[in-house]
């Protein structure tokens, strides 16, 4: 043989380790994004929407909280019972709607 093929050799499996790696880093980031920021951004933007739509309703923080979450995640079955009565309640609720699930197809 060659006396640089062990050299070649131990260079391609460096390589393929080092190829293995970055994909399991790669998923690990995936999965954190996945699962934990965009959970987080969902449940922030839902009380921070729920905050502003709250008192326009006449509704708890809460109830604002659960609809604009039911909103966010486009919930078929919502968490609440309570929608807008105000044509400012249902303009502001679909605008956050649209914004909200704009937002959210973009990063995911």
Request: net charge negative; aromatic share 12%.
């Amino acid at each position: 043989g060659h006396p640089d093929e062990p050299a070649q050799h131990h260079k391609k499996v460096a390589d393929h380790v080092e190829e293995h790696q970055k994909v399991i880093y790669s998923v690990v980031q995936l999965a954190i994004f996945v699962f934990l920021i965009v959970p987080i951004l969902a449940l922030v933007l839902s009380w921070v929407l729920g905050l502003i739509l709250a008192p326009i309703e006449g509704w708890t923080v809460l109830e604002g909280f659960y609809f604009m979450g039911a909103v966010i995640t486009a919930a078929t079955n919502p968490f609440t019972s309570v929608a807008p009565d105000t044509t400012f309640g249902n303009l502001i609720s679909g605008v956050f709607c649209a914004w909200g699930l704009g937002f959210f197809l973009c990063i995911v």
